[in-house]
């Protein structure tokens, strides 16, 4: 099973900076099938970011996503007050199982 | 548009069983593949098994192999997840998502609270 380790926990901007999430995999990803979600309290997931760097429809283009083999990341270029939320990478191969990785905490500093 | 709405929110003794149900619309259950997701309170995601078309069967992730069942209902278009064998560590939002590989669409999400 692939283990997927996001960092940091918790990144602490202002709206308007940019971050810069990592997700590093325990073994490579086949055919960058790396995804990335978007939580926020009380709701279920928003998919962003699928086969790496493909944003998902309605995603807007301040979220990006890149990597390959076993390092990815999701950058948000500007960060706007409603991207203040949990984001999670998964890998989901070319078939289950699937896995996700811890999560990163994106706060108002 | 796909649309996932999942059953209601319950509350189960340690040892007890809970099925929790999706009912697909906007699409046929029979196109899609169906996964089962989990977070517990206050932590992260936890991916608890699935259908993979490439071998045509349900996979499940190892931590729960013997406990959960899902199966699907085409005439309905529902699917449904069973979790046997409910302890504490069970109590969790229950999430029905789909798409090929990546979760595009997601239920709103099912609380079953495990408690004595």
């Known amino acids: 099973e692939i283990v997927l380790t996001q960092s940091p926990g918790t990144l602490s901007l202002s709206p308007g900076e940019r971050a810069t999430l990592s997700c590093r995999a325990s073994?490579?990803?086949?055919?960058?099938?790396l995804a990335w979600y978007q939580q926020k309290p009380g709701q279920a997931p928003r998919l962003l970011i699928y086969g790496a760097s493909s944003r998902a429809t309605g995603i807007p283009d301040r979220f990006s996503g890149s990597g390959s083999g076993t390092d990815f990341t999701l950058t948000i270029s500007r960060l706007e007050p409603e991207d203040f939320a949990m984001y999670y990478c998964q890998q989901y191969g070319s078939s289950p199982p699937f896995t996700f990785g811890g999560g990163t905490k994106v706060e108002i500093k | 548009q796909v649309q996932l709405v999942q059953s209601g929110a319950e509350v189960k003794k340690p040892g007890a069983s809970v099925k929790v149900s999706c009912k697909v619309s906007g699409y046929s259950l029979s196109d899609l593949s169906m996964h089962w997701v989990r977070q517990a309170p206050g932590k992260g995601l936890e991916w608890m098994g699935g259908f993979d078309p490439e071998d045509v069967q349900t996979i499940y992730a190892q931590k729960f192999q013997g406990r959960v069942t899902m199966t699907e209902d085409t005439s309905t278009d529902t699917a449904h997840m069973e979790l046997s064998s409910l302890r504490s560590e069970d109590t969790a939002v229950y999430y029905c998502?789909?798409?090929?590989?990546?979760?595009?669409?997601w239920g709103q999400g099912t609380l079953v609270t495990v408690s004595s």
């Open positions: 073994q490579s990803v086949s055919s960058s099938y």
């Open positions: 998502a789909t798409g090929s590989g990546d979760l595009d669409y």
